[in-house]
Each structure stands twice: as structure tokens, then as C-alpha cells.
């Protein structure tokens, strides 16, 4: 059974900094991707970043600039470094990560973290 398990939100003041976490456990297979997900009241849930085994990136260019992915693939951890916040910044953030098949590799599955509430006052 896949978990992720997600921490680090909460109240900030606008300007200010959060690092979010992510840990993955319980997968026989390999994780292809992870990345970090919104959503606020109303909206729809919307990428924000994502990193994937190689390494590669790529940010929503709302938060380009301010926030930073990062991933320890030894601890199947992945972080959101988040930096000059705003007051649009808050929502529900999200953990996903795109897993293999452990026997057919071509087969791909999402699993998601319970998220995380992070709200940066004004």
C-alpha cells in the first residue's frame, strides 16, 4: 500500500518561507516522478512543481523564481522549498507521485498525499 505522507504547512506572513515534505513508502516499484499540487476554495487543483528521477523540473510560472523542488531519491522524499510568499499562495497543497508497475513497467499509477494547508496572511 502506497503512502505519502506530507508536512511542513501552515501560517505564514506574506514574505515569508515554508519547506514542504513528502515521504513515499510502501511501493514495489519505481517512482518516475513526484511534484507538488494546489488547490484553494473553489479552484481547481493545479500543478505547481514537479521533479522527476533524473532530475529534471518544471514550476507553474506563478511561483517560477520563488519556489524550489528538490527530491532525495534514497528517501523517496521529496521538498518544496517555498520563499517570498503571497497571500495567493494559500491553498491545499498536494503531494503526487507517478509510480511504476513493479512487473509491467508500462503501467503507471498516481497516488496523493491527504495535503497540507499552507496560509500566508497579508
Known amino acids: 500500500q502506497v503512502q505519502l505522507v506530507e508536512s511542513g504547512g501552515g501560517l505564514v506572513q506574506a514574505g515569508g518561507s515554508l519547506r514542504l515534505s513528502c515521504t513515499a513508502s510502501?511501493?514495489?516499484?519505481?517512482?518516475?516522478?513526484m511534484g507538488w499540487y494546489r488547490q484553494a476554495p473553489r479552484e481547481p487543483r493545479d500543478l505547481i512543481a514537479r521533479?522527476?528521477?533524473?532530475?529534471?523540473?518544471n514550476y507553474a510560472d506563478s511561483v517560477k523564481g520563488r519556489f524550489a523542488i528538490s527530491r532525495d531519491n534514497a528517501k523517496n522524499t521529496v521538498y518544496l522549498q517555498m520563499n517570498s510568499l503571497k497571500p495567493e499562495d494559500t491553498a491545499v497543497y498536494y503531494c503526487?507521485?507517478?509510480?511504476?508497475?513493479?512487473?509491467?513497467?508500462?503501467?503507471?499509477?498516481?497516488?496523493w498525499g491527504q495535503g497540507t494547508q499552507v496560509t500566508v496572511s497579508s
Open positions: 503526487h507521485a507517478k509510480i511504476k508497475d513493479p512487473i509491467v513497467a508500462l503501467y503507471e499509477y498516481d497516488y
Open positions: 510502501g511501493s514495489d516499484g519505481s517512482i518516475k516522478s
Open positions: 521533479i522527476t528521477n533524473d532530475g529534471t523540473t
